[in-house]
């Protein structure tokens, strides 16, 4: 079976589950099918898997003006399919489907979705949202099959989608320990602090709520909120200015962009993660703070409960007083976070990448048929 993968995760920021994807999955999947062609404008980031057979191919969301955007995607659209035929291609795998083709004629598709995020939240993503309405959830309604990451992003896409459920297939992400994680980096941060892990500063992960949270309880405790995540020009102002005006600026300090042994540091060193956030495709970074000891509380909302399990003290992410309260109960017993690590520790055998490729190329099998 011949799959090609279309996948160009960006080059520039080291954060966020497109990275994790280029660093973990692709790998597993070439161990399992060495049959398999990666058509990426990131090829930098996969040159360490030898013999994976890569060919260029644009990601016209990384053009700089509208115009090359469009023209490189109406160009991709007419012409990707003959190159993939001219491989001898028997299924299409796009792991994000922003990425996939419109519709395929000859080869079938298989899309990972991984949230309808823009869908649900589509005030805050106006023109994102117009993209799903009009390319991605018609390019989800043409796809031979689906695959996405949680049960509760499975209902979304039924719930939006044109598309009956025996075309779509949950396959849980897969997680691996950072492989320079056994020495990890000596952090800035000086202990002890809270960690809160996001790839970006969007509403509904829900910052503003866990700031307001840590104003309640932050003279009750000697610890500092660490935010790692990615700013954003639309987003992040509010969130500087909640803290300014809370007057927390000498107690929550906001990184981004970390490497690996970075955030793997100040995961170590961190007493508690908390994640606050309202909705999650799937969610890797709890899973990330229990490889590395870090007790975690967690909102209740969404595909949490369904990673997470019974790993994680669970809290409301609507209400400030249940965000503080678990915070709280968590710093003030240490037997309770013991447990938490080591019901941590026991999740996380439930996630490898190999298991995520394993399910991808069934059903890639499945669609060869």
Not at 254 to 259: A, T
Not at 297 to 320: H, I, K, R, W
Request: proline share 5%.
């Amino acid at each position: 079976m011949k799959v090609a993968v279309k996948f160009s995760p960006p080059m520039d920021y080291k954060g966020g589950s497109r990275r994790t994807f280029a660093t973990n999955l692709i790998k597993s999947l070439y161990e399992k099918n060495q049959d398999i062609s990666l058509f990426t404008q990131s090829s930098a980031l996969f040159s360490d898997i030898h013999g994976l057979s890569i060919h260029h191919a644009e990601n016209p969301f990384f053009q700089k003006s509208s115009f090359k955007k469009i023209t490189s995607w109406l160009h991709q659209q007419a012409n990707f399919e003959n190159e993939l035929l001219k491989h001898h291609i028997d299924v299409l795998y796009c792991p994000y489907n922003p990425e996939a083709l419109y519709n395929t004629r000859k080869i079938p598709q298989i899309i990972t979705v991984h949230d309808l995020i823009p869908v649900i939240w589509k005030d805050d993503f106006k023109i994102t949202s117009t993209l799903w309405k009009y390319i991605y959830i018609p390019t989800i309604n043409n796809a031979t099959a689906v695959i996405t990451v949680s049960e509760n992003t499975k209902k979304d896409i039924l719930n939006f989608c044109n598309i009956s459920s025996d075309k779509v297939f949950v396959v849980p992400n897969g997680f691996s320990a950072f492989e320079d994680s056994q020495e990890t980096a000596v952090t800035s941060v000086v202990k002890p602090y809270i960690l809160c892990v996001c790839s970006v500063h969007y509403p509904h992960k829900n910052l503003i709520k866990l700031i307001e949270s840590y104003h309640s309880i932050s003279s009750s405790f000697p610890h500092k909120l660490v935010i790692v995540g990615r700013t954003v020009p639309r987003f992040t102002p509010e969130i500087k200015s909640k803290i300014s005006v809370l007057g927390l600026s000498e107690k929550i300090v906001l990184l981004e962009n970390l490497s690996n042994k970075e955030l793997a540091g100040i995961y170590k060193n961190a007493d508690l993660f908390v994640y606050p956030s309202i909705y999650e495709g799937f969610g890797i970074p709890p899973l990330e703070a229990m490889f590395h000891g870090t007790p975690v509380v967690a909102s209740n909302a969404t595909s949490m409960p369904e990673v997470c399990g019974d790993a994680v003290l669970y809290f409301n992410p609507q209400s400030v007083e249940s965000i503080a309260e678990g915070i709280t109960k968590s710093l003030s017993n240490f037997e309770l976070r013991q447990k938490l690590i080591l019901a941590g520790r026991e999740r996380l055998k439930k996630f490898s990448w190999e298991k995520t490729a394993a399910g991808i190329l069934e059903v890639c099998q499945m669609v060869c048929k």
